[in-house]
Antibody, heavy 112, light 112 residues
Framework: EVQLVESGGGLVQPGRSLKLSCLAS????????MNWIRQAPGKGLEWVASISSSSSYIYYADTVKGRFTISRDNAKNTLYLQMTSLRSEDTALYYC?????WGQGVMVTVSS | DVVMTQTPPSLSVAIGQSVSISCKSS???????????LHWLLQSPGRSPKRLIYQVSNLGSGVPDRFSGTGSQKDFTLKISRVEAEDLGVYYC?????????FGAGTKLELK
């Protein structure tokens, strides 16, 4: 069974950094591209970033480009999202997703 | 960016009724490999999104055949035959043909 478990969220002040992790299991992680998608409270879905299976291709939404870094460690079956210079508008539930599979999400709140 | 226009924004239905949701994209969603990466998701209250249909018309794993997807190029439709209580929530269309990936604003399905 495919499982994606996010962690690393929390309350952080504007301008600070946070790193999210997504531990994958139930499939050969190194064979699949992965994605981060977020959902602000009461709002719709917003794609954040994607990374190919071998990290050769990486894409970002314009809203996070230059501030967020997606990466992966295939030996650890883990996807990461390093978030810097956080803003209040980054407050959201962050999901790790692969195809039709989504994690439960991890909440990031940016507030002073 | 590809704009996904989803209508209606909300639907009030009775159990057993059939409904359709429309999703129109601002450009063709046919990828260079000939496939169309248009998907439908359902987010039940308090839950992570679940993929119902992928690539226009393919049912996701475990998804009942009351759900069906049709369309091509820029015009797509999700049909739910005989709505059941478990179908309530917010439906999103999503395209993964072009970066940035984009989502429709959602259609909230409620009980009449």
């Amino acid at each position: 069974e495919v499982q994606l478990v996010e962690s690393g969220g929390g309350l952080v002040q504007p301008g600070r950094s946070l790193k999210l992790s997504c531990l994958a299991s139930g499939f050969t992680f190194s064979n699949y591209g992965m994605n981060w998608i977020r959902q602000a409270p009461g709002k719709g879905l917003e794609w954040v970033a994607s990374i190919s299976s071998s990290s050769s291709y990486i894409y970002y939404a314009d809203t996070v480009k230059g501030r967020f870094t997606i990466s992966r460690d295939n030996a650890k079956n883990t996807l990461y999202l390093q978030m810097t210079s956080l803003r209040s508008e980054d407050t959201a539930l962050y999901y790790c997703a692969r195809g039709g599979h989504w994690g439960q999400g991890v909440m990031v709140t940016v507030s002073s | 960016d590809v704009v996904m226009t989803q209508t209606p924004p909300s639907l009030s239905v009775a159990i057993g009724q059939s409904v359709s949701i429309s999703c129109k994209s601002s450009q063709s969603l046919v990828y260079s490999d000939g496939k169309t990466y248009l998907h439908w998701l359902l987010q039940s209250p308090g839950r992570s999104p679940k993929r119902l249909i992928y690539q226009v018309s393919n049912l996701g794993s475990g998804v009942p055949d009351r759900f069906s997807g049709t369309g091509s190029q820029k015009d797509f439709t999700l049909k739910i035959s005989r709505v059941e209580a478990e179908d309530l929530g917010v439906y999103y269309c999503a395209q993964t043909t072009h970066f940035p990936y984009t989502f429709g604003a959602g259609t909230k399905l409620e009980l009449k």
